[in-house]
């Protein structure tokens, strides 16, 4: 019952965080945003941290884990989602980050030993097959599209999110809890975001008082980093990163539901086909 809510609240919370960022995009630098996103966040579970007495010192390995899990997580997968999310529809995006599943089970054998299932491997055939078929007209045009230009942001963060996903899988396999790896890793990640667009992009420090900006970055920060990461998180140390990572075939429904109703998506056989393919792949992997 416990995993079964933790997967809806998830599912719910992370299928609308993909258009919730559209919002965000037009007012402040979009990689400022991740950095005001992640560091609002780590404050909130730090605070939460204290207030119920949680232990929060490591050693110095864990340290490294934490920062290498917010350098791929914050730094690596969410600043390339908020450059993608400026090509393409929130629901396209959604779909592209539910091949995270076959990715988690790759990087789960690389990095952790863990044996590789064949229906994996289909499940993944799918899944790009799919996209290949949502995204066939920008693909075969003479020229890069704005789409295409998603695309190819958008694949390296699927990328990058997978291997977050692993690491958070290591640390809860040496029990480290889930609410202080969250806290320092979106800590860790977010201020190394900071630091490179300060250092890298020399991009000036700007903020928008609009309710239009900050709602958005309440949501994005408290409901769609502290508690859809949390539960997450939570059921990728309880079942496993392939098994958690189910949240993202459910995930792109919700996000293609309001894509259509409020971004006036325009559906064409392909595209239908394409989305159907790359969510079977995941369904195909998750076949006992």
Same mark, same amino acid.
């Given at each position: 019952?416990?995993?079964?809510?933790?997967y809806?609240t !998830?599912?719910?919370?992370?299928?609308?965080?993909?258009?919730?960022?559209? &919002?965000?995009?037009?007012?402040?630098?979009p990689?400022?945003?991740?950095?005001?996103r992640?560091?609002?966040? *780590?404050?909130?579970?730090?605070?939460?941290?204290?207030?119920? +007495?949680?232990? =929060?010192?490591?050693?110095?390995?864990?340290?490294? &884990?934490?920062? !290498?899990? *917010?350098?791929?997580?914050?730094?690596?997968?969410?600043?390339?989602?908020?450059m993608?999310?400026?090509?393409?529809?929130?629901?396209?995006?959604?779909?592209?980050?539910?091949?995270?599943? @076959?990715?988690? %089970?790759?990087?789960?054998?690389?990095?952790?030993?863990?044996? %590789?299932r064949?229906?994996?491997v289909?499940?993944?055939?799918?899944?790009?097959? +799919?996209?290949?078929?949502?995204?066939?007209?920008? %693909?075969? @045009?003479?020229? %890069?599209?704005?789409?295409?230009? *998603?695309?190819l942001?958008?694949?390296?963060?699927?990328?990058?999110?997978?291997?977050?996903? $692993?690491?958070a899988?290591?640390n809860?396999? $040496?029990?480290?809890?889930?609410?202080?790896?969250? @806290?320092?890793?979106?800590?860790?990640?977010g =201020?190394?975001?900071? @630091?490179?667009?300060?250092?890298?992009?020399?991009?000036p420090?700007q903020?928008?008082w609009?309710? *239009?900006?900050?709602l958005?970055?309440?949501y994005?920060?408290?409901? +769609?980093? #502290?508690?859809? &990461?949390?539960?997450?998180?939570?059921?990728?140390?309880?079942?496993? +990163?392939?098994?958690a990572?189910?949240?993202?075939?459910?995930?792109?429904?919700?996000?293609?539901?309001?894509?259509?109703?409020?971004?006036?998506?325009?559906?064409?056989?392909?595209?239908?086909a394409?989305? #159907?393919?790359?969510l079977?792949g995941?369904?195909?992997?998750l076949?006992p």
């Amino acid at each position: 019952m416990l995993n079964l809510l933790l997967y809806a609240t !998830a599912v719910l919370i992370w299928g609308s965080t993909w258009l919730v960022i559209k &919002f965000q995009l037009s007012q402040v630098d979009p990689t400022l945003s991740v950095v005001y996103r992640f560091l609002l966040a *780590g404050l909130v579970l730090f605070l939460f941290c204290l207030i119920r +007495g949680r232990n =929060l010192r490591y050693s110095r390995r864990d340290h490294l &884990f934490f920062a !290498a899990q *917010g350098a791929a997580m914050v730094f690596g997968s969410y600043t390339l989602v908020y450059m993608a999310s400026r090509y393409l529809t929130s629901g396209l995006l959604a779909v592209i980050f539910a091949n995270i599943m @076959a990715l988690n %089970i790759v990087n789960l054998r690389l990095f952790l030993g863990q044996p %590789i299932r064949i229906k994996a491997v289909w499940g993944g055939v799918f899944g790009l097959i +799919g996209i290949v078929l949502v995204f066939w007209r920008d %693909i075969t @045009a003479a020229q %890069i599209g704005p789409s295409l230009t *998603g695309l190819l942001l958008a694949l390296p963060a699927t990328y990058l999110a997978s291997i977050s996903n $692993v690491i958070a899988v290591r640390n809860a396999r $040496v029990s480290l809890p889930v609410t202080q790896s969250n @806290a320092y890793c979106m800590t860790y990640g977010g =201020l190394l975001t900071l @630091a490179f667009y300060l250092v890298v992009m020399n991009g000036p420090i700007q903020m928008s008082w609009t309710p *239009g900006y900050l709602l958005p970055l309440l949501y994005l920060s408290l409901f +769609g980093s #502290v508690i859809a &990461f949390g539960c997450y998180y939570t059921l990728a140390g309880r079942l496993g +990163g392939d098994l958690a990572a189910y949240v993202s075939t459910l995930c792109p429904i919700v996000a293609l539901a309001l894509s259509t109703m409020y971004e006036n998506y325009h559906w064409t056989p392909t595209s239908v086909a394409g989305v #159907v393919m790359a969510l079977a792949g995941n369904v195909i992997v998750l076949i006992p």
